[in-house]
């Protein structure tokens, strides 16, 4: 049985897919989870899903967005202003960077 | 629970659906969440027609993409709301469509031209971010989940309201004193954003004992003035001679009360002023005009009740 394995970082960030394990049980499958994701990165936590439990939609069946340059929505984009005189511009900003950054590792 | 144990357990993300809140609670964080989910809708109609006068095509996508943004803070706003069991979705947009619901005070006036639009785009979308940054520790947990993702986003809208009115004011003659024309008509509506000063605040204290608010009217006012004045003068605005603003010793902002006019502002909180109301009357048609479009929804739902998927939170 196969599970798929998601790791967490630090406390308050989301679990991202980091690969999967062959388990006959969670339990074995936490087990083996921590082995294999576990101790090479920095890890705060790590999730178990039996990988029949993932519901999937993929290009056959859905026609997602995302394929057109929409840089204007993002605040990094405004590069004549800064965002740095408002503590939560700046941050709603860095939140933005740390997305992208995200996407990026794709 | 009762109030008194709301009050002792009060804080950040503190409540939530499975809690079993009071009555007192639950209506005023409903007051609250759907003034604020009103807001959002009504800015939304005062900036869309803009989509069509925006002066490029950049200005086009970037004010097309906030309209949406808006609208879609307004609809986890009302979930948001909805959660505390007082009122539907449903019941809250009736009510503003039929001029029951409150929302800001700046979304009640009128708005016709381009230079006008950073007074919302970065002044009252800057007041309401210093608002909503504030609100991330609000006690209702829903509540502060929904403004995780709004001040995600309004970082974007921000900049970009500061990027028009940049554009402006380092533009031709007229410009600039267009900008300043439309910065002495909003200013002080802009400084009425936070209401009265918070002896005259009708509803603070029961919100600041149950976590809801998590900062006075007095001090989102002060932190505005502290980082948006700067603001203006770096674009060569002058700051009108009223209402007149004095800096305390502690560092702090008196703003005089009576250089405001605050019977236009309660006529506003009251939804009995002509523009708010052309505004309301405004988004009421373009809610009816959809009406089909709810029914087709609806009438779908019902007929594939229980085979297909329900919408996520």
């Not at chain 2, 004010?63 to 009302?78: P, R, T």
């Not at chain 2, 409150?102 to 009252?124: G, Q, R, S």
């Not at chain 2, 209702?140 to 009115?165: L, N, R, S, T």
Request: aromatic share 10%; hydrophobic share 35%.
């Amino acid at each position: 049985m196969i599970w798929e394995v998601f790791r967490q970082e630090k406390t308050g960030e989301y679990h991202t897919h980091c690969g999967n394990v062959h388990a006959p049980d969670r339990e074995m499958a936490k087990m083996f989870a921590q082995i294999q994701h576990g101790r090479r990165k920095p890890t705060n936590s790590l999730w178990v899903v039996p990988q029949e439990e993932v519901g999937e939609v993929d290009t056959e069946e859905a026609r997602f967005g995302g394929t057109t340059d929409k840089s204007y929505r993002w605040a990094m984009t405004y590069q004549g202003v800064d965002a740095d005189f408002a503590e939560e511009v700046a941050e709603s900003q860095q939140e933005q960077e740390a997305a992208e950054r995200q996407r990026g590792d794709d | 629970m009762d109030v008194d144990e709301v009050n002792e357990r009060a804080g950040p993300r503190e409540f939530g659906p499975h809690d079993d809140l009071p009555r007192e609670y639950r209506e005023a964080a409903t007051r609250m969440i759907q003034f604020h989910a009103n807001s959002e809708i009504m800015g939304a109609y005062l900036e869309k027609p803009f989509i069509r006068q925006a002066p490029s095509l950049d200005r086009k996508l970037a004010l097309s993409a906030k309209v949406q943004d808006e609208i879609g803070h307004g609809q986890l706003l009302y979930r948001a709301a909805e959660s505390l069991g007082v009122k539907t979705r449903d019941e809250m947009l009736t009510e503003l469509a039929e001029g029951e619901g409150k929302f800001l005070n700046c979304f009640h006036y009128e708005m016709d031209e381009w230079w006008e639009t950073p007074m919302i785009a970065f002044f009252v979308d800057g007041a309401a971010m210093r608002r909503q940054a504030t609100l991330k520790r609000t006690s209702w947990e829903p509540y502060a989940h929904a403004m995780d993702k709004i001040c995600f986003e309004e970082g974007f809208h921000v900049k970009h309201g500061e990027d028009i009115m940049k554009e402006l004011a380092t533009g031709s003659k007229k410009e600039r004193e267009k900008l300043q024309e439309a910065f002495d008509e909003w200013w002080p509506r802009i400084i009425q954003f936070f209401g009265p000063t918070d002896d005259q605040s009708t509803h603070h204290d029961f919100a600041a004992d149950v976590g809801l608010k998590t900062m006075t009217n007095d001090d989102l006012r002060n932190a505005f003035i502290d980082a948006y004045v700067p603001k203006a003068k770096k674009y060569g605005l002058e700051i009108p001679d009223e209402p007149r603003i004095r800096e305390r010793d502690d560092g702090t902002y008196e703003v005089v009360e009576d250089d405001l006019d605050w019977s236009e502002f309660f006529a506003i909180a009251k939804n009995d002023y002509d523009p708010g109301k052309e505004q309301i009357g405004g988004r009421r048609r373009a809610q009816e005009a959809v009406e089909w479009v709810r029914e087709a929804l609806d009438d779908h739902e019902t007929r594939t009740r229980g085979r297909e998927p329900q919408a996520a939170d």
